[in-house]
Nanobody
Framework: QVQLVESGGGLVETGESLRLSCEVS????????MGWYRQAAGKQREMVVY???????NFADSVKGRFTISRDGAKNTLYLQMNSLKTEDTAVYYC?????????WGQGTQVTVSS
């Protein structure tokens, strides 16, 4: 089992920044990849960014150049730094982890960007 707990969401204005955190616990050594997804109201959940075990990343086109992903092994935490936020970034953001056979989701954290 892997547990994921997100934090850091909130209400910001267009152009501002937020950093989301995802604390990871449980069978961390079994995780092969992690990332962030988001789901806006009335829309399907979409991948924001993913980081593989070798450190390679895959960003959604809509966030390239604005969002970065990082991890702190000592704190077992995955971060999503979001800069130059736009109203269309408003969504619930979810942390995701994959092991060999399973996938895990956090409970989500709301990000709201006002104009």
């Amino acid at each position: 089992q892997v547990q994921l707990v997100e934090s850091g969401g909130g209400l910001v204005e267009t152009g501002e920044s937020l950093r989301l955190s995802c604390e990871v616990s449980g069978r961390i050594s079994e995780i092969t990849a992690m990332g962030w997804y988001r789901q806006a109201a009335g829309k399907q959940r979409e991948m924001v960014v993913y980081i593989a075990g070798d450190g390679s990343t895959n960003f959604a086109d809509s966030v390239k150049g604005r969002f970065t992903i990082s991890r702190d092994g000592a704190k077992n935490t995955l971060y999503l730094q979001m800069n130059s936020l736009k109203t269309e970034d408003t969504a619930v953001y979810y942390c995701h982890a994959r092991t060999g056979d399973y996938e895990y989701w956090g409970q989500g954290t709301q990000v709201t960007v006002s104009s």
